[in-house]
C-alpha cells in the first residue's frame, strides 16, 4: 500500500517522488489549452481505478463535455464513484453561482456548502476544483479572495480530503502560499513547433523534483518525460 495518491499521470508521480501526499490541497497552473482540465481527469480517473470516491466541480466546461472527454480518454463514466457538479455560469439550474457576478464570497460560501452536502452523503477520497479562475473573476477586493481562500483550504483540511485546484493565471498568486503543493504547466513555441514544460515549484512534506521537464498530451492524455530535459533553443 501506497503512502501517497498517484495524479493519474505516472510521470508526474516520478517527479513528486510517488504522488501527492492524502488530506493535502494542490494547486495545478497554467494557461488556456496547457492540458489543467486533462490533468484534473486524469487524478479524477485513478481515484476511480481505485474503488475512490471522486467529486469533480466543473467550473468552465460543461459537465456534458467533460463526461465526453473522459470517455475519450478511456474513461468509463457509468461509475457510481464519480460526482460531477456542474458549477458553469450556463449551467441549466445554475445553482452554484447565481449571484457569483455579485459577490466571490458567495460564490466560494454556496460552493463550499455544495461540497459538504456532498459530503453528508458520502465521503470523497478525491476533490477536484476546475478552475478556480472563473470565482476568482468576479473578486473585487483581493482581501476577501484571500479569506474566502483560506477558508475553503481550512474546510478541506477538515473534510481530510486530497484535493487539487486548477488556476489560470500565471503569476505568482496568494493561493500559491496557502496550498500545499503547487504545478506548473506551460507550452513554448519552439521555431514553429508547440512544446510543452511541466514543473513542480512547491510541494511540501516531501523532496520532489524542481526540473522543468517535458511533456506532451495525446490521444490517452497527458505524458509527462520525467527523465528527459526540456531543451529550448
Ligand atoms: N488527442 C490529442 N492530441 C494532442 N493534443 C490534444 C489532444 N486532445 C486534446 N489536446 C490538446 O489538449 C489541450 C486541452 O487541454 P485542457 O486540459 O482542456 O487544457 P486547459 O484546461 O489547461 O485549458 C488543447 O490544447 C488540445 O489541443
Ligand atoms: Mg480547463
Do not use: C, W
Not at 501517497?4 to 492524502?22: A, E, N
Not at 497552473?29 to 481505478?49: D, N, Q, R
Not at 475519450?72 to 450556463?90: K, V, W, Y
Request: aromatic content about 8%; glycine content about 8%; cysteine-free.
Amino acid at each position: 500500500m501506497s503512502d501517497r495518491v498517484s495524479t493519474g499521470v505516472p510521470g508526474l508521480d516520478s517527479m513528486t517522488r510517488g504522488g501527492l501526499i492524502p488530506g493535502r490541497v494542490y494547486l495545478v497552473k497554467g494557461s488556456p489549452g496547457t492540458g489543467k482540465t486533462t490533468l484534473a481527469m486524469h487524478f479524477a480517473m485513478a481515484g476511480i481505478a481505485n474503488g475512490e470516491n471522486v467529486l469533480y466541480v466543473t467550473l468552465e466546461e460543461p459537465s456534458e463535455n467533460l463526461r465526453t472527454d473522459m470517455s475519450r480518454l478511456g474513461f468509463n463514466l457509468s461509475n457510481s464513484n464519480l460526482t460531477i457538479i456542474d458549477a458553469t455560469p450556463a449551467a441549466e439550474r445554475y445553482v452554484l453561482m447565481e449571484n457569483f457576478f455579485e459577490s466571490f464570497a458567495e460564490g466560494m460560501d454556496k460552493m463550499l456548502t455544495a461540497i459538504k452536502e456532498q459530503f453528508r452523503q458520502r465521503y470523497y477520497h478525491r476533490v477536484i476544483l476546475d478552475p478556480i479562475t472563473m470565482l476568482k473573476l468576479t473578486t473585487t477586493k483581493e482581501l476577501d479572495y484571500r479569506r474566502a481562500f483560506l477558508t475553503f483550504v481550512k474546510t478541506m483540511g477538515h473534510l481530510k480530503t486530497t484535493v487539487l485546484i486548477t488556476s489560470e493565471l500565471q503569476r505568482t498568486d496568494v493561493e500559491e502560499y496557502l496550498v500545499n503543493g503547487v504545478t506548473k504547466m506551460r507550452m513554448f513555441e519552439i521555431q514553429g513547433k508547440l512544446t510543452r514544460g511541466i514543473r513542480i515549484t512547491k510541494f511540501r512534506g516531501s523532496g520532489f523534483d524542481p526540473t522543468v521537464r517535458p511533456y506532451e498530451i495525446t490521444d490517452h492524455g497527458i505524458v509527462v518525460y520525467h527523465d528527459r530535459v526540456l531543451t529550448l533553443p
